[in-house]
C-alpha cells in the first residue's frame, strides 16, 4: 500500500474480465465483496488503507451488479473520512457480465438490474 498506484476490486470482477488481473502484473490488488464479506468490516478495512496508504492514483473495478455498488460508495466515504495526506485521484469502473470495462458513472442503470435479477435467479 506504498505504491504510488493502488488498485481495489470486486473479486467476481476478477473472474468475469481475467485480463484485468494480467493488466495489474506485479501490482498489489485489493479484492472484496460486500455481499460475501461483513460490509461494516469490508468499510473499515477501507478506512484502514486509505489512512495508511500513500498512493496518488486508485482504481476501482467492480461488477455491473447494483451489490456492487456499495463498494463505490464504501470508497467514497473512507476516503472522505482518512486525515489529510494530499489528493487522491479516484478511478471507477464497471466491469459488464460480458467482460467490457467502462468507466462507472455512480448510478445504477437498466443493464445493472437485469445483471443482477440474472445473478439471483441463476440464469
Excluded: W
Amino acid at each position: 500500500m506504498q505504491d504510488e498506484k493502488l488498485t481495489i476490486a470486486a473479486d467476481c470482477a476478477l473472474l468475469v474480465h481475467k485480463d484485468l488481473v494480467k493488466r495489474f502484473g506485479e501490482e498489489s490488488i485489493i479484492i472484496g465483496c460486500p455481499i460475501l464479506e461483513d460490509p461494516k468490516r469490508v468499510f473499515e478495512k477501507l478506512k484502514l488503507i486509505f489512512r495508511e496508504c500513500v498512493a496518488k492514483t486508485v482504481d476501482v473495478y467492480t461488477m455491473e451488479v447494483p451489490c456492487c455498488h456499495a463498494i463505490h460508495m464504501m470508497i467514497e466515504k473512507a476516503e472522505a473520512e482518512r486525515d489529510d495526506k494530499g489528493d487522491i485521484e479516484i478511478r471507477k469502473y464497471i466491469v459488464r457480465v460480458n467482460g467490457d470495462v467502462e468507466p462507472y458513472s455512480g448510478k445504477v442503470d437498466d443493464k445493472m438490474v437485469e445483471a443482477e435479477i440474472k445473478a439471483h435467479r441463476g440464469m
